[in-house]
């Protein structure tokens, strides 16, 4: 087989023995398309590039000025795909093994206060031009924030996953795992605001002959529900209208701030790592990180002996 063929073959085996989302297959697509197209103007590819070969296209890709993280990632999908073709028997060596990848930048997540959170929650329940799109974004951002839910997961959600007024929601994550987020009060009384919306849309759809909706969050799109950059670009216009900064608020600060919260509050590091769904507790663990700054800054700012000493 070809090193051409390499790569689809790779990509099929990842989404059936691993269950990997078709956003994760297209990242894989994305990084070994680009090294594939790089070893071609080297007049090699990628079933007959060597080791030296791979860490030239490496250093290309840091002459390019790409980001520590984008050349780790690079790397990563390069290795999987040899380690692939080694144990499929492609090739008879594995030309990655031995090369150390040049590690991640140790970025803190972006997060927001309390009151940043608030005033977001508020302008949501405001924006919209029906009452109906008004209950969906109170919705939407209150149970965002209640659960620390993924975007992906958010707008995905089935309508029949939020009826009965449940106490917690089960969530369906990446490669398919499923776990179990609590509902906060408000969170709760927002979705039954919306799914008592979503029943009158559902009568009239019936009364005209069209299909039900069966996702919580319908749209007329291919997909069937509310898009991640559709939400993406309301979370955008929520902040406006709430005066907080637009380039920190995304869906993804969100669940960073749920984090950031529960921890501050004095929430076990194990349980925020099942509600957020990370396979490994390490990941969890940047968020106490994200508080120490916080509280060091805290003290820079208020305490008045650290005042004098920057006068």
């Known amino acids: 087989m070809s090193g051409a063929h390499w790569v689809p073959v790779f990509l099929e085996a990842l989404a059936a023995e691993r269950g990997a989302a078709q956003n994760t297959l297209a990242a894989y697509q994305r990084d070994l398309d680009h090294a594939a197209t790089w070893l071609a103007s080297e007049g090699s590819d990628l079933a007959s590039a060597d080791q030296a070969r791979i860490e030239a296209y490496l250093v290309h890709c840091d002459a390019q000025g790409l980001s520590r993280a984008t050349r780790a990632r690079r790397l990563s999908a390069l290795k999987q795909l040899y380690r692939f073709a080694f144990e499929e028997g492609l090739r008879s060596d594995n030309p990655a093994l031995q090369i150390a990848g040049p ?33 969906r974004n109170a919705c939407l951002m209150q149970v965002l924030y209640a659960t620390g839910m993924r975007v992906s997961e958010l707008v995905s959600l089935p309508a029949s996953a939020a009826r009965g007024d449940p106490r917690m929601l089960l969530i369906r994550g990446k490669g398919g795992k499923e776990r179990m987020v609590p509902l906060s009060p408000p969170a709760r009384e927002a979705l039954a605001t919306w799914l008592a919306c979503r029943d009158a849309m559902d009568t009239a759809a019936r009364t005209a002959g069209k299909p039900v909706p069966a996702h919580l969050f319908p749209s007329r799109g291919k997909a069937g529900h509310l898009t991640r950059h559709a939400f993406y670009m309301l979370i955008k216009e929520f902040a406006v209208e709430a005066g907080v900064s637009p380039e920190k608020v995304t869906p993804h600060t969100l669940r960073h701030a749920f984090a950031t919260h529960l921890l501050a509050n004095g929430a076990d590091l194990r349980a925020i790592q099942t509600l957020l769904g990370h396979a490994d507790v390490a990941t969890t663990e940047i968020y106490t990180h994200v508080l120490e700054e916080r509280l060091r800054d805290l003290v820079l700012d208020h305490h008045p002996l650290a005042r004098d000493g920057q006068d």
């Open 103 to 135: 590690g991640r930048d140790k970025r803190l997540p972006k997060t927001l206060t309390v009151d940043e959170v608030d005033l977001l929650l508020d302008a949501a329940g405001g924006h919209g031009r029906t009452p109906e799109d008004r209950a």
